[in-house]
């Protein structure tokens, strides 16, 4: 893992040279550092920023200001969707404040991948490329969501361990008509401990 970092690591700075607007923001990351647990490959790695570069590493000993866990196509997919910082499936721990700015630093940062591997590889083959991973990432995403929704069809209908649409709106009804029914007898006990 550690000998893939190292291309990473220059091909993020060397856009990040691109965006001096980007760059300047990491300013605030000085001296911080992230860990990001990708958890299908039960790997760490520890990101800091020194003098507006991002240096990347697999040495755990660092202590981190903030601790993202996610799958890696999750993480992936943090720089076109920033806001999936904050969904269900990427765990985060310690500074939120921290999380936000991060968030904030990928919404404003346009890396184009296209153009960096054009610069490795000539336009020839750097369009080709980057459509093979877009088409990829789409992909997974659509098979990770038709996953789930199997899976919570699966669990609804076959074994019946989740409830379904009209259960659960049942269910909601039934609180809502119990809640009604407390606050009366709450009311009747009130009147009637104020007759006395």
């Known amino acids: 893992m550690s000998s893939l970092l190292k291309p990473i690591e220059l091909a993020i700075n060397t856009a990040l040279a691109q965006d001096p607007e980007t760059?300047?923001?990491?300013?605030?990351?000085?001296?911080?550092?992230?860990?990001?647990?990708?958890?299908?490959?039960?790997?760490?790695?520890?990101?800091?920023?020194?003098?507006?570069?991002?240096?990347?590493?697999?040495?755990?000993?660092?202590?981190?200001?903030?601790t993202i866990t996610a799958n890696a196509l999750t993480l992936a997919q943090l720089g076109s969707n920033p806001d999936s910082l904050f969904s269900a499936e990427t765990d985060i721990n310690g500074d939120v404040q921290f999380a936000k700015q991060l968030r904030d630093l990928l919404d404003g940062f346009d890396f184009d991948w296209e153009a960096q591997l054009a610069k490795v590889t000539g336009d020839t083959l750097a369009y080709p490329i980057a459509h093979g991973i877009r088409q990829f990432t789409g992909w997974a995403k659509n098979t990770h969501q038709s996953m789930q929704q199997n899976i919570a069809e699966y669990l609804r209908e076959e074994t019946r361990i989740l409830p379904d649409k009209s259960q659960i709106k049942d269910y909601m009804t039934d609180i809502d008509k119990l809640r009604a029914d407390f606050d009366r007898l709450e009311a009747r006990i009130n009147r009637l401990q104020g007759s006395n």
């Open 23 to 66: 760059q300047a923001k990491l300013d605030q990351f000085e001296q911080r550092c992230i860990a990001i647990h990708i958890k299908d490959f039960n790997q760490t790695i520890t990101m800091s920023v020194r003098n507006q570069q991002i240096q990347l590493s697999t040495n755990t000993g660092q202590t981190a200001d903030l």
